[in-house]
């Protein structure tokens, strides 16, 4: 048998019992963080400005909300091919101390004039559908105050934002029957330009907007409808906010000056948003958070079109199976870098340092992503990032602004533009046509 000489019994004896009690401190202080995160969210509402469950719903479930089951993990059920697990599910959302959710009204760009209408009221009937089914654990919201008094009921605050500017059909009157049926925010553009917005993601058509895309900003803010400029270009955010009264909100954008992407919001804008005093809301995708996870998915779709796409490349068209054993070499030989809650918490740290604290907060992306930061996986994982914003040192005061309190001073403010503008001029009734001239041609 092997003994330990007596002169090193003690020095390693007082070794253990100080890792012990180092140990027994990181617990106790890992369990005041996680005490202090409860307590904020206890008071204060934590509102995502963005999840896309209600389309997968449309995709996955035909729209049926009886064919999913949100009071289980849905986590648990398998996914199409090629497509990522669900991300929301009510137990999750309580684990995660969600207090309210914007479910995002999405529809493809490609769905244009009548049709995009009808489909996006379909998309707003499975938002209220899915809240009437589960009325124990959610509750529609249409104001600041609905949102402050559900949260007090126990309930989670269910409300609508319209993801695209195509989804009005060029019509102010659509954009007014959308805020009565529920909506509270509209995204000015999404991945392609509008007839009279310009995209992030799109070549320059109007640099900015055209008259009447200024004229549907008036008039998002004479109803109270917040201004969303996430998916939208520098001059669509810079023409929004020179015609906006009330703060604007990026629903689900991060920072450029740490991911050099055009989806997020340079420093720049953020001093734009300040002094507007709107909100930009952080988004969990990972090419989003990361310019690592960026340049690796460009290299990434550079190699998918060598294989399937001419004229640039073609190497496997019609041979799907070996363009996808191909594809998963090159990703064996190139890993994706790893992403996690930390570069979150950078973006929103950096946002808060631009813009101040009073004009950040969350807009996560889920089941609108294909995979999240690690640590960040699902709607139960809010108050791990908020536990990290306070060991770097966030106050109570600040951990409350950023989960779901300047959503909420944004929220209210719109209310109270709304109501001085509602008392000085009615509903506008121009039209593109009158204010841009001819209808532009579709696009196919």
């Not at 990522?84 to 101390?97: N, Q, V």
């Not at 529920?182 to 055209?210: F, K, Q």
């Amino acid at each position: 048998m092997t003994t330990t000489p007596t002169h090193l019994k003690f020095p390693l004896l007082f070794a253990a019992i100080a890792a012990t009690f180092a140990m027994s401190a990181a617990f106790a202080a890992g369990g005041e963080v996680n005490a202090r995160v409860a307590r904020v969210l206890a008071q204060t509402p934590l509102i995502d400005g963005h999840n896309d469950l209600p389309w997968e719903i449309r995709t996955r479930f035909g729209g049926d909300v009886t064919k999913i089951d949100l009071a289980a993990d849905t986590s648990k059920l398998a996914a199409p091919e090629g497509e990522a697990k669900l991300m929301t599910d009510i137990p999750r959302m309580r684990a995660g101390h969600v207090g309210g959710q914007f479910w995002s009204v999405w529809i493809p760009v490609s769905l244009k004039g009548p049709e995009a209408v009808q489909v996006t009221l379909e998309q707003m009937d499975i938002v209220k559908a899915m809240t009437a089914r589960w009325p124990h654990d959610f509750a529609m919201a249409y104001s600041a105050a609905d949102i402050r008094r559900i949260h007090k009921e126990g309930k989670i605050a269910s409300l609508i934002g319209i993801e695209g500017g195509h989804q009005i059909n060029d019509s102010l009157a659509v954009l007014r029957e959308y805020y009565d049926a529920g909506a509270r925010y509209m995204t000015l553009a999404h991945s392609s330009n509008t007839d009279w917005s310009d995209s992030a993601t799109d070549a320059p058509a109007h640099h900015g907007l055209t008259p009447f895309g200024k004229e549907v900003v008036r008039e998002m803010n004479r109803l109270g409808m917040l201004v969303d400029l996430s998916h939208v270009s520098d001059e669509t955010m810079n023409a929004a906010l020179d015609v906006s009264q009330a703060p604007v909100i990026f629903s689900h954008s991060s920072a450029r000056a740490i991911d050099d992407h055009p989806r997020d919001v340079s420093d720049e804008m953020l001093h734009r948003v300040a002094r507007n005093g709107g909100v930009v809301m952080a988004n969990f995708a990972l090419d989003y958070v990361s310019d690592a996870h960026r340049r690796w998915s460009a290299d990434r779709s550079a190699e998918q079109a060598r294989y399937n796409s001419p004229p640039f490349g073609g190497l496997y068209i019609g041979n799907p199976a070996r363009a996808k054993a191909a594809l998963a070499e090159w990703e064996k030989a190139h890993p994706a870098p790893k992403v996690t809650l930390a570069e979150v918490a950078d973006h929103i740290e950096h946002i808060a340092k631009v813009a101040g604290v009073d004009h950040v907060g969350i807009g996560s992306d889920f089941d609108g992503i294909p995979e999240a930061p690690q640590g960040l996986d699902g709607v139960d994982k809010y108050p791990a990032l908020l536990a990290e914003l306070a060991r770097r040192g966030w106050s109570d005061v600040d951990l409350a602004k950023v989960a779901g309190g300047n959503l909420l001073r944004a929220m209210t403010q719109a209310e109270v533009v709304a109501a001085k503008l509602r008392a000085e001029w009615g509903p506008s009734a121009a039209t593109l046509e009158q204010l841009d001239g001819a209808r532009p041609q579709a696009r196919h």
